[in-house]
Structures are given as structure tokens and as C-alpha cells.
């Protein structure tokens, strides 16, 4: 889902002026591997894919909690706790909705007949719509995204620029200070 962002956060990075020097010193590597390796589970056995990808989410908090001095964590967070709560009261699926989807070059019918391991159809019934795949995103890779994967973009962007060393704080930028901070 990130690929198209953050290989475009690279290139902003790249035109200004960044390079990377030092990978960030994450806490706790481990719980990304435990997280994707929950979510290709959750293809392989898109039955219970559902508790899968709620299972993962809890290993993608606790990495985000480890790592929380870092202000596109925070961002991160943010976007995570928005999708959670989408996915949780959905029975461990985000719905997605249907008219928007149909603009996908994709087959629908996994979503529609229910053995999507992570997507389920919004409907009326479905628990805070607003929260959910709702935003169509004509991008490099068309999708539908929802307001938490907003969020998630734009800390995986931070953390891009940051990464290669450029660093934009959304902190300073509130203070007016200067947009990137000096090292």
C-alpha cells in the first residue's frame, strides 16, 4: 500500500538534498517482522484473516509505543489508531466502499462474496463508515484509502525525510519555526 508513497517521499528527499547517512536506531525490529509475517497469514488463510490482521495491529502498536520518541511515530500512531478502530468494531476487517472500489482496475468479487482476508463491503450496518476505505486515491497505484491511512502516509513521509536526513517537523512548523531542523 506504501510502496508508490514512500518511494515518492525518496524522491523529495532526494531533491532536497538528502542522502542517507545512518539507518534510525529502531526499538523492537522484531514486532514489524512478527506483523508482516501475521498478515501474509492472513492471505494464506483469508477465512480467519480477520483476527490475523487483528493480531498484527496489536504488534504494529507496540512497535509504534517503542518507538514513540520519534514524531513520525507519533503520526504513525495516530493513523494506526483511527484504522484499529475501523477494523476492530468490523469484526477484524476494514469495509470498503463498493462505488469507490469499482473505480479499481481490481476483482471486487473476494470483498463481495466475504473471503477478502482484510477487506469487508460497507454497508449501512457497518460500524463507523466514516473511519473506513471511503477515499478513492488515483495515484501511481489507485486504491481506496481511509483517514488513518492518510495519517500513515504522511508519518511514513516524515520518516522518509528523516531517514535521509531532512528531517520536516510538524512541531516546529506549528511554533513557525524553520521548516527543517538543523543538524
Not at 463498493?98 to 473471503?115: F, H, R, S
Not at 525525510?161 to 510538524?170: G, T
Request: aromatic letters at 12%.
Amino acid at each position: 500500500m506504501l510502496l508508490d508513497v514512500i518511494a515518492l517521499s525518496f524522491l523529495v528527499a532526494l531533491l532536497r538534498g538528502g542522502r542517507i547517512k545512518e539507518f534510525p536506531k529502531f526499538n523492537q525490529i522484531k514486532l514489524l517482522i512478527v506483523t508482516i509475517l501475521l498478515q501474509a497469514c492472513a492471505v494464506f488463510f483469508p477465512t480467519i484473516g480477520g483476527l490475523f490482521i487483528s493480531i498484527a495491529y496489536v504488534f504494529i502498536l507496540a512497535f509504534l509505543v517503542f518507538n514513540r520518541e520519534f514524531e513520525d511515530m507519533r503520526i504513525f500512531l495516530i493513523g494506526w489508531f483511527l484504522n484499529a478502530i475501523a477494523i476492530w468494531s468490523n469484526n477484524g476487517k476494514m469495509p470498503i466502499d463498493l462505488v469507490q472500489a469499482a473505480k479499481l482496475p481490481y476483482d471486487l468479487e473476494p470483498v463481495i462474496n466475504g473471503t477478502n482476508f482484510k477487506h469487508s463491503v460497507l454497508t449501512e450496518s457497518s460500524n463507523l463508515p466514516f473511519l473506513t476505505d471511503v477515499i478513492y486515491m488515483p495515484s501511481i497505484i489507485p486504491r481506496i484509502i481511509s483517514i488513518g491511512d492518510i495519517f500513515i502516509m504522511l508519518g511514513a513521509f516524515l520518516l522518509v525525510q528523516r531517514l535521509m536526513n531532512k528531517p520536516i517537523s510538524l512541531l516546529q512548523l506549528r511554533e513557525g519555526k524553520s521548516y527543517a531542523t538543523k543538524n
